[in-house]
C-alpha cells in the first residue's frame, strides 16, 4: 500500500538544518534565552565551586596534618625513671631530630590546683615535661620555657585556656599556683601549640620535680624529627636512651594519614553537593517553564512546520536540540565559572587550587542532561500537538 | 488524463459533547493542471476539507487517493514525506516566520527534503522571482505589504515543487486589487501545470477558477 518511493525518499531535518533552526529558535527570545543558560550556568558552576573548594581545603588541612604527623615520634617506657635524666642531651645530638624530650602525664589523674591561696580550685591534668619535650609541641609561650631550670624547682607552666580560667592572666607581677596545695611559681603561660592540644588546660611542670612528688608519671618522650627521618630516629633513639636495654623502650611512628584527607573530603562534598544538586535542581525547573512556556507561544510555527512536512518525531527533535545548546552553554559557561572561583578562593587563602581532573567534564555533561531532561516534557508536548489546532495559533 | 484527487464518501466528524459533522459524504475528483474552488459560507467545513486533502487531518470515513495512492491508512510518517515532497500550503493569515528574511522563509518550504541549505535558497531565489519579490528577497518579512507577504507564502509552498497546492482564503486578508493580483498569480501557476484547490467564500475569486464546487453544511453541492 505505501509506494515505494516514499519510504526511499527520506524526510525529516538535516543535522546542519536542525542546528541552525534551534539556534534560530533560541535567540527569538534572547533574553529568556540567557535566563535558562544563566540559572543551568549558576547550578554548574555551585557544583563545580564546592568540589574545588572542599578538595583545596581537604588538601590544605590534611597537608599540614600529614607533615606534622610524619615529622613526629613517640617513644613509652615503663617508668620515668627508666629513662636518664639527661633524654634532651641524648636524643639532640642523633641525626634527624629536631628538639625531643619528656612530655607525659605526671598522674594518672587530675590534681587540684589554685592561683593565689584564696583562688578558685579546679581540677586539672598535670604534664611533666623537659625543655625538649615541650619544645617538640612547637609552642609559642609568653613568659619562659622549661630550659635554665635547676634540678628540683618547683616552677610551672600553665595552658592558655587554663591561665584564663584561673585567673593568672589579668596580673603582671609573677604568680604561684598551687598544685596539691604545694606552691609552683609560674614562669610562663603556653598560648599554644602545635602537638598535644590538650596543653591549653593543662599545668606543665619539670618531669624532675614530678618524679619526686607523684609515685608514677608516665614516662612518655615525644620527638619532633626532620621529614622522612621518623623510622630512623625511632629506632636511633631507643639505643640512645636505653644503650643497655633498648627492648624495653617502645618506639612509634605515626601512621600515614591518607585515609584522613578521603574523610574530611568526603564530608565537605556531601554537604557541598547536596546544596548544588539542589541548586542545579531548581535551575531545571525553571528551564521546564520557560521552555513550555516557548512551546506554547510558538504553535503556529509548529504547525507550519508540520504543514511543511515535519513528523511529530521532527518537532521534538527541534526542541531538544534546543535544549542541548542551552543545555551545553550552561554548563560550559558554568564549569569554567566554577574553576575560576576555586582559582580565586585559593589563591586568595595562600593555597594550591586543587580539583578532581574529572569534575569540568562531569558538570559539563551534568548541565546538558539537566536541561535535557528539562526539555523533554515540553519537547514531547510539541511533538504531541494536533497540526491543526496548532495552525490555529 | 487521470484524476490527482479522488474522494469518495469523505466524512468528518469532531467528536465532543455536541458532535460536529464538518464534512458529509463529500465525492468529487480533481485531474492534474486543474484549478478548482471550493465556496461557501463561513462554518460550512471548507477548511476541514483542505487539511484532509493537505494530510494535516484524519478524515473519519471515506476514501481518498491522491496521485492514484491511498492515503487514508498511511502512517504519520509516510503522510508527513507527502506533505515535505507533493503539497504546498497557502494560508488566509500567511504563516510568515517573523524575524525572518524572505528568502529565509521561502528556502524553509523544502527543508523536510534534506536538501542542502545552498541549495535550498538558490531554488528560493527562483521562486522569489516567480511571484515577483526578487528585489525584496533580503527584506525581513515584517516590513512587507500584505500581498507581497502572500506572495512570499506561495514562493514557499512553491518550493518544495507540490503536484498539489492548497490555499485556504489566500485574498481573505487582501484588498481587492491586491487579492487581484495574487489571483493573476495563481492563474498563472495553473497555465503553468500546477494544479491547485482553493477555499473561499468571495464568489469573484471562485470564477476565476476551472471548476466550482459549493459547499454547505459538510456537504459538496452543485458543481458550477
Ligand atoms: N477541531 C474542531 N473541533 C470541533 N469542531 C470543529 C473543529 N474544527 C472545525 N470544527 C467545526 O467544523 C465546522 C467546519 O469548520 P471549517 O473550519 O471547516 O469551516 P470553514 O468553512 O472553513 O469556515 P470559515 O469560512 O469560517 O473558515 C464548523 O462548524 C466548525 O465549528
Ligand atoms: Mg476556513
Same mark, same amino acid.
Given at each position: 500500500m505505501v509506494p515505494g518511493e516514499i519510504s526511499k525518499d527520506r524526510t525529516g531535518l538535516r543535522m546542519a538544518d536542525l542546528v541552525a533552526e534551534a539556534a534560530v529558535g533560541i535567540t527569538v527570545k534572547p533574553l529568556r534565552s540567557i535566563l535558562t543558560v544563566v540559572g543551568i550556568a549558576v547550578g554548574v558552576a555551585a557544583l563545580v565551586a564546592t568540589v574545588g573548594l572542599a578538595a583545596t581545603t581537604a588538601r590544605v588541612v590534611s597537608e599540614r596534618f600529614d607533615e606534622l604527623r610524619a615529622r613526629e615520634v613517640t617513644i613509652v617506657a615503663n617508668r620515668l625513671e627508666n629513662l636518664p635524666s639527661d633524654v634532651d642531651e641524648r636524643l639532640a645530638v642523633l641525626p634527624g631530630v629536631e628538639v625531643g624530650g619528656v612530655l607525659g602525664p605526671a598522674t594518672s589523674q587530675s590534681r587540684p590546683v589554685r592561683a593565689f591561696r584564696t583562688g578558685p580550685i579546679a581540677s586539672v591534668p598535670i604534664i611533666a615535661a623537659t625543655q625538649g619535650g615541650l619544645a617538640a609541641t612547637r609552642p609559642s609561650i609568653t613568659g619562659r620555657s622549661l630550659d635554665r631550670i635547676l634540678p628540683g624547682q618547683r616552677v610551672a607552666l600553665l595552658g592558655g585556656d587554663l591561665a584564663v580560667a584561673l585567673g593568672v592572666r589579668q596580673r603582671t607581677s609573677p604568680t604561684t599556683v598551687f598544685i596539691d596545695d604545694v606552691p609552683f611559681t609560674?614562669?610562663?603561660?603556653?598560648? $599554644?601549640? *602545635? $602537638? *598535644? %592540644?590538650?596543653? %591549653?588546660t593543662a599545668v606543665v611542670v619539670p618531669a624532675s620535680v614530678a618524679v619526686e612528688m607523684w609515685p608514677d608519671p608516665q614516662a612518655i618522650v615525644l620527638i619532633d624529627v626532620e621529614a622522612g627521618a621518623a623510622l630512623e630516629v625511632a629506632a636511633a633513639a631507643v639505643l640512645a636512651l636505653r644503650p643497655d636495654a633498648p627492648g624495653s623502650l617502645g618506639a612509634r611512628v605515626m601512621p600515614e594519614a591518607r585515609n584522613l584527607r578521603t574523610d574530611i573530603a568526603g564530608e565537605l562534598n556531601a554537604l557541598g553537593l547536596a546544596v548544588s544538586v539542589t541548586v542545579l535542581g531548581v535551575a531545571g525547573l525553571a528551564a521546564v517553564a520557560t521552555m513550555m512556556l516557548s512551546v506554547l507561544e510558538r504553535r503556529r510555527e509548529i504547525g507550519l512546520h508540520r504543514a511543511l512536512g515535519a513528523r511529530p518525531f521532527d518537532i521534538g527533535l527541534r526542541f531538544l536540540a534546543e535544549a542541548t545548546i542551552i543545555g551545553t552553554f550552561g554548563g560550559v559557561l558554568g564549569a569554567s565559572s566554577g574553576l575560576i572561583v576555586v582559582a580565586l578562593v585559593g589563591t586568595a587563602r595562600n593555597a594550591t587550587p586543587s580539583i578532581p581532573a574529572w569534575t569540568p567534564p562531569v558538570a559539563v555533561v551534568l548541565g546538558l542532561a539537566v536541561t535535557l531532561l528539562a526539555g523533554a516534557y515540553p519537547a514531547y508536548r510539541a511533538a504531541r500537538l494536533d497540526p491543526i489546532d496548532a495552525l490555529r495559533g | 488524463m487521470s484524476a490527482l484527487i479522488e474522494v469518495e464518501g469523505l466524512n468528518r466528524t469532531f467528536e465532543g459533547p455536541q458532535p460536529v459533522?464538518?464534512?458529509? /459524504?463529500c465525492t468529487f475528483s480533481v485531474a492534474a493542471g486543474e484549478m478548482v474552488a471550493v465556496t461557501g459560507p463561513s462554518g460550512s467545513g471548507k477548511s476541514t476539507l483542505l487539511n484532509c486533502l493537505g494530510l494535516l487531518d484524519r478524515p473519519t470515513s471515506g476514501t481518498y487517493l491522491l496521485e492514484e495512492r /491511498?492515503?487514508?491508512?498511511?502512517?504519520e510518517r509516510h503522510r508527513a514525506a507527502l506533505r515535505a515532497r507533493r503539497i504546498g500550503f497557502v494560508f488566509q493569515d500567511y504563516n510568515l516566520l517573523w524575524g525572518r528574511t524572505a528568502l529565509d522563509n521561502v528556502a524553509l518550504g523544502s527543508i523536510y527534503q534534506r536538501e542542502r541549505a545552498a541549495d535550498r535558497e538558490g531554488v528560493a531565489k527562483v521562486y522569489l522571482d516567480l511571484v515577483g519579490l526578487s528585489h525584496r528577497q533580503r527584506a525581513l518579512v515584517e516590513t512587507l505589504s500584505g500581498g507581497e507577504r502572500q506572495r512570499v507564502a506561495i514562493a514557499r509552498a512553491l518550493a518544495c515543487a507540490p503536484s498539489l497546492l492548497l490555499c485556504d482564503e489566500?485574498?481573505?486578508?487582501?484588498d481587492s486589487e491586491t487579492g487581484d493580483a495574487i489571483l493573476s498569480l495563481l492563474e498563472g501557476l495553473r497555465a503553468g501545470g500546477q494544479t491547485i484547490v482553493i477555499v473561499t467564500h468571495d464568489p469573484s475569486v471562485a470564477a476565476r477558477a476551472s471548476r466550482q464546487f459549493g459547499m454547505r453544511d459538510g456537504t459538496l453541492t452543485a458543481e458550477v
Open positions: 609560674v614562669i610562663g603561660i603556653i598560648d $599554644r601549640t *602545635e $602537638r *598535644e %592540644a590538650q596543653l %591549653a | 459533522r464538518a464534512l458529509r /459524504d /491511498d492515503v487514508i491508512g498511511l502512517a489566500p485574498t481573505g486578508n487582501l
